[in-house]
């Protein structure tokens, strides 16, 4: 559980990081 954790938290931070460079992206 604890590695399924870890991917969730990883996966999350890369969809987190790709959400904000596209809307930094779209501003500009």
């Not at 954790?5 to 779209?26: D, I, K, R, S, Y």
Request: proline letters at 0%.
């Amino acid at each position: 559980t604890k590695k399924a954790l870890c991917v969730t938290m990883t996966l999350g931070a890369v969809l987190v990081g790709a959400a904000l460079a596209a809307g930094l992206l779209w501003k500009f």
